[in-house]
């Protein structure tokens, strides 16, 4: 009797269920399904770079940014300027900006009237000058943008592709093996979804990245061409208009007067 009630037992016990998750949907995968896997990996690898280097230099270039705006308002002389970038280099927009367009308004006053290719007003030369600096630096803040804004919209699709590559062979299986049950596809069916959530992974902080370099790089520009239009009127004319957002007051600040350079 004992041996008939373990008999029964043994065999009214569950099969031990397949060890399923991740590692073992990557496993039995075919190749593509694995190929599918390394591009996402090398997406997120690709989002994450950009996401911390762009990060690290945007948060440099601000600071810099902020200490050289406030040197140059308050500087004494243009002498003062011109000798603070040659000391410590152009390392950010504003810099960079200034640099040329004394370059160019020095280069004109000197040679400008000698040369048919440089024909034009001072202002001409200043504002082509100045505009082809605006673009070189807007084409500088846009670098990456187009990668982070590919990955996240291809990076779902590629996993949901994924997906289906990981769905469609446990369908015809379970077919073929007699009446079919959701318990013999759900194990299947929940490791390819993995692919959708890894997808997503890889897009989501690609996205949200991207938004936000974006939101920047336009404030950021929106500031430049504020300071390029102050910049432009006061190599023009040895005045100030006023003041920038986040600055000193007008008042407080000591102008750069062109004429009292020696």
Do not use: C
Not at 4 to 29: D, K, M, W, Y
Not at 153 to 164: I, M, N, Q
Not at 185 to 209: N, R, W
Not at 216 to 227: I, K, M, N, Q, V
């Amino acid at each position: 009797m004992t041996d008939v009630t373990t008999t029964v037992a043994v065999a009214a016990a569950p099969a031990s269920a397949p060890e399923l998750g991740f590692s073992h949907f990557i496993s039995q995968t075919d190749a593509v399904g694995q190929g599918l896997f390394i591009i996402l990996v090398i997406m997120s690898v690709i989002s994450w770079g950009l996401i911390l280097t762009r990060g690290v230099a945007l948060m440099l270039r601000q600071r810099r940014s902020r200490a050289f705006l406030n040197f140059f308002w308050n500087a004494t002389s243009l002498e003062a300027v011109q000798h603070e970038i040659q000391t410590h280099g152009v390392k950010e927009p504003f810099a960079h900006l200034t640099s040329h367009a004394m370059h160019a308004q020095a280069h004109h006053a000197r040679y400008g009237a000698a040369k048919l290719e440089e024909a034009g007003s001072a202002q001409d030369f200043l504002t082509r000058t100045i505009k082809k600096v605006l673009d070189e630096e807007t084409m500088r803040m846009e670098q990456g943008l187009t990668m982070l804004a590919t990955i996240g919209a291809t990076a779902p699709f590629v996993g949901l592709f994924g997906t289906g590559r990981g769905v469609y062979p446990a369908l015809p299986a379970n077919g073929s093996s007699g009446p079919g049950s959701l318990a013999t596809v759900a194990g299947p069916v929940g490791e390819a979804l993995i692919m959708t959530g890894v997808g997503l992974a890889v897009a989501i902080p690609a996205v949200m990245a991207y938004n936000w370099l974006t939101r920047t790089h336009r404030a950021r520009g929106a500031r430049l061409d504020a300071f390029a239009f102050e910049l432009f009127t006061f190599l023009s004319t040895g005045q100030t208009l006023k003041s920038t957002e986040g600055h000193k007051p007008a008042s407080t600040v000591t102008p750069i007067n062109p004429q009292a350079r020696s």
